[in-house]
């Protein structure tokens, strides 16, 4: 029975089993590979890959990849940043010279990073998010009919149509009610609420405020909860707030079919929740990540941040080299609060079961409180 009751209406219109998603996190591919898309969805939840920085060829081999494991539903998520700092003619190298002519003491701040940590340079993959690399990666999703395409922290109206077209639901995460009011004007089929404890780039509302408050907001359009949420407690509590379902990032970041990378799982099983901070040393705008010295060191830098993708690019010379020495420690690893509470690599069915069957018992504690 109380499976059933897990069973929300979102799940009958994505067929699905459970309310539960993977985050599509970007992390250059290794966070939601084709492997763990698929593992979650043949669980019964919904896997997304995250595709943000994947060139269109490489959405739509990852896209097959997930097909060729399953015939379940999955979907993709790209970032569409609300707004650009850069024109259509956005190259790589182009925003990296105007980084050298306008910003000499960032360009300072990573030199030194380079000496301190006895770093050489390396090779700088992927190529800056111009709008012509979004609009081919959404057209490659729109080709390939995925069932569900999120956008993550940008202005998704000029997609809403062309997705409703060939049957695709639109998602639109955000971290206030205007935004998700925003993305309601916008046409998108569900609002991802995604509060202050969430890895990666957030707001700073956490989940207990926002998520009911975009509910009333937003109503009658479903909202699905995301931040913080890794066990039965939390899924059901993100059902108590109002939403239909769940949208799990940080805990999937230690499933099995993960590629992050080793060490990045083995600080988040070590981490306390407080060793999951706000920075924006990395890509400019505020993102949760595990404390690093790096981001000390950004931080006491007193620098302001570039604005994205520009701080991106900038700290993409100095994160590339770190990977190249396998100086993993001072690669950014964007994880949550939650990671407090995780202890150890599992594979993604056991995750999501384990999730399920804790809300069942937590459903059952939650009806046998009534006094009679
Ligand atoms: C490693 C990592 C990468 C992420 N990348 C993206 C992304 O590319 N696009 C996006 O919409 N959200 C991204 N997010 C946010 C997730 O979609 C999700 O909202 C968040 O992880 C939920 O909070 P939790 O980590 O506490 O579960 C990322 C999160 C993490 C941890």
Not at 93 to 112: C, G, L, N, W
Not at 156 to 172: L, T
Not at 227 to 239: E, F, H, N, S
Not at 304 to 332: K, S, T, Y
Request: proline share 5%.
């Amino acid at each position: 029975m109380t499976t059933s009751f897990l069973h929300t209406s979102l799940c009958r219109d994505l067929d699905i089993q459970y309310p539960i998603f993977l985050a599509g996190m970007g992390s250059k591919g290794r966070a939601t590979p084709p492997e763990l898309v698929a593992a979650v969805s043949e669980a019964g939840g919904m896997g997304i890959l995250g595709c943000s920085w994947l060139d269109s060829a490489e959405v739509r081999r990852r896209i097959r990849a997930v097909r060729n494991l399953t015939d379940k539903p999955f979907g993709v998520d790209l970032l569409l940043p609300a707004s650009m700092a850069t024109d259509a003619k956005s190259e790589r190298a182009e925003m990296r010279a105007r980084i050298e002519r306008d910003y000499p003491k960032h360009i300072a701040f990573v030199q030194s990073l380079m000496s301190r940590f006895n770093l050489s340079p390396a090779p700088v993959q992927g190529e800056a998010m111009s709008p012509e690399f979004i609009r081919a990666q959404v057209d490659v999703c729109l080709e390939e009919r995925i069932a569900v395409f999120a956008a993550g922290l940008g202005d998704p109206s000029w997609v809403v149509p062309e997705a409703h077209q060939v049957g695709m639901k639109v998602m639109g995460l955000v971290g206030t009610v205007r935004a998700a009011e925003r993305q309601v004007k916008a046409g998108v089929d569900y609002v991802i609420a995604q509060g202050y404890e969430a890895g990666g780039h957030t707001g700073k509302i956490a989940n207990f405020p926002l998520i009911p408050m975009v509910v009333d907001a937003v109503a009658p359009v479903p909202v699905i909860a995301a931040g913080a949420i890794a066990d039965g407690r939390t899924l059901v509590a993100g059902l108590a707030l109002g939403a239909v379902g769940v949208w799990v990032g940080t805990a999937f970041l230690l499933a099995e079919e993960s590629h992050v990378h080793r060490a990045h799982q083995d600080e988040i099983i070590r981490g306390k929740a407080d060793d999951f901070v706000v920075t924006r040393a990395y890509t400019g705008k505020t993102a949760r990540d595990y404390e690093n010295e790096v981001i000390r060191l950004w931080e006491a830098s007193g620098l302001p941040a570039l604005p994205m993708p520009l701080q991106g690019i900038l700290m993409g010379d100095f994160v590339a080299a770190a990977e190249a020495a396998g100086r993993i420690d001072l690669v950014n690893n964007p994880a949550g609060q939650i990671g407090g509470m995780l202890t150890a690599r599992r594979p993604a069915r056991e995750i999501m079961m384990s999730m399920v069957h804790e809300a069942e018992r937590v459903l059952d504690r939650l009806a046998s409180m009534r006094a009679s």
